[in-house]
T-cell receptor, first 112, second 114 residues
Framework: GNSVTQMEGPVTLSEEAFLTINCTYT??????LFWYVQYPGEGLQLLLK?????DKGSNKGFEATYRKETTSFHLEKGSVQVSDSAVYFC???????????FGKGTTLSVSS | NAGVTQTPKFRILKIGQSMTLQCTQD?????MYWYRQDPGMGLKLIYY???????DKGEVPNGYNVSRSTTEDFPLRLELAAPSQTSVYFC?????????????FGPGTRLTVT
């Protein structure tokens, strides 16, 4: 079946550090891949997405590249800010499915 | 444009009580979803709807019911609350059935059953 595996958190970084959050997936066919972010006390918001192999999604300094050969969609940011502290969810949508399949989420905490 | 709104924000129920979680979207989206989020876990799909009058089960539907009488509203009903239903509930909507289409989430309802 379809599944998403994210690196365990929490991830604790100092401001301006480099961020990588790993995400790998299992799916049939060619799923669309997403990163959602959840700020404290809020619902999820779409951060970025990619719909086919080698696509790069980017937003607010975050990037992720759809790697079909490694079934991965790792999230990166070159210089994190305190305001990036949140929970990050990797997700996929398979056209044969009905809704998003989420990973467990990775908590990021950035200190100044 | 309020997006997806949910009420209430918080609720404490006793075992066996019933309640309805409300969800409304003003984006004229066809698809609506209910998820639950347990601590340290990703979101699990409870029910979804592809349009008014059409609903279907997701991954974890037991103990819940839904209806979709209008495009805007998608209430979730808990008939006999159990401690296992303690969770945060998110409603979401999308114009299309996923693929490249974004899902828009409400702020969530935190439910405790004791």
């Amino acid at each position: 079946g379809n599944s998403v595996t994210q690196m365990e958190g929490p991830v604790t970084l100092s401001e301006e550090a480099f961020l990588t959050i790993n995400c790998t997936y299992t799916a049939t066919g060619y799923p669309s891949l997403f990163w959602y972010v959840q700020y404290p006390g809020e619902g999820l918001q779409l951060l970025l997405k990619a719909t086919k192999a080698d696509d790069k999604g980017s937003n607010k300094g975050f990037e992720a590249t759809y790697r079909k050969e490694t079934t991965s969609f790792h999230l990166e940011k070159g210089s994190v800010q305190v305001s990036d502290s949140a929970v990050y969810f990797c997700a996929l949508f398979n056209q044969a499915g009905t809704a998003l399949i989420f990973g467990k989420g990775t908590t990021l905490s950035v200190s100044s | 444009n309020a997006g997806v709104t949910q009420t209430p924000k918080f609720r404490i129920l006793k075992i066996g009580q019933s309640m309805t979680l409300q969800c409304t979207q003003d984006m004229n989206h066809n698809y609506m979803y209910w998820y639950r989020q347990d601590p340290g876990m990703g979101l699990k799909l409870i029910y979804y709807s592809v349009g008014a009058g059409i609903t279907d089960k997701g991954e974890v539907p037991n103990g819940y019911n839904v209806s979709r009488s209008t495009t805007e509203d998608f209430p979730l009903r808990l008939e006999l609350a159990a401690p296992s239903q303690t969770s945060v509930y998110f409603c979401a909507s999308s114009l299309l059935a996923g693929g490249p289409d974004e899902q828009y989430f409400g702020p969530g309802t935190r439910l405790t059953v004791t």
